[in-house]
């Protein structure tokens, strides 16, 4: 007579073939490769597409050894746009009641300079403002600065920066507005602290 029992049997795999079991284990291990592999396939990608092609070209070649490409000046980002470098002096102020701060500014490849001011004097003045840079580059701007309290600013155009930005410096002059012949009232400058 023959018994059978009634337990749990042990799977074996069919004759001649894979157990099913594992064939589902391997096939979602590798799904999971394939998912976690992508981001980085797509970095790899991206990356050769910046190189410089002449450096791809050369690296090639296979009498040579292949060389890194040349670094490049890239401005700093900070969130969304360019990272402004500011190189300011102290805060001064003038018996007369004018108060002001110039800085030197770099971002990317451009500088420049600006002033901020508060006019007290209850007059209209002048303000001169210079950015002087290697090589004996000057620019300057003329600005008026109205009779009320209110902070202002007054800024050069924005140039090329030639060298260093560490190079600049910036002064601004602020005058009485009766023409250039006016008295001085404040000199303020981007390194006055040193």
């Given amino acids: 007579m023959q018994r059978h029992s009634r337990g749990h049997r042990a799977s074996t795999p069919p004759r001649g073939g894979p157990d099913p079991r594992r064939v589902r284990l391997v096939a979602l291990a590798g799904v999971v490769v394939f998912v976690l592999a992508l981001p ?5 990608a991206d990356s050769v597409g910046d190189g410089d092609s002449a450096t791809l070209r050369g690296a090639a070649r296979a009498d040579e050894r292949p060389r890194a490409p040349e670094p490049r000046r890239s401005p700093l ?5 360019l990272a402004t470098a500011a190189r300011c002096g102290p805060e001064l ?3 007369e009641g004018v108060e002001a701060q110039t800085c030197v500014l770099t971002q ?7 002033t901020y001011y508060r006019n007290a004097t209850g007059d ?6 210079s950015l002087m840079g290697p090589g004996g580059r000057t620019v300057q701007m003329n600005c ?5 309290d209110d902070p202002g600013a007054c800024e050069t155009p924005r ?11 910036a002064v ?7 023409g250039s012949d006016g008295p001085l009232l404040l000199r303020s400058g981007s390194n006055s602290g040193r």
């Fill in 40 to 44: 980085l396939a797509v970095a790899s």
């Fill in 159 to 169: 140039e090329r920066t030639a060298g260093e930005p560490g190079a600049y410096s």
């Fill in 77 to 81: 980002l900070l969130g969304l746009g």
């Fill in 108 to 114: 990317g490849e451009e500088t420049w300079a600006r």
């Fill in 144 to 148: 008026a600065v109205d009779a009320g």
């Fill in 172 to 178: 601004a002059e602020f005058a009485r507005s009766a």
């Fill in 124 to 129: 209209a003045l002048s303000s001169d403002l």
């Fill in 93 to 95: 102020s003038s018996p």
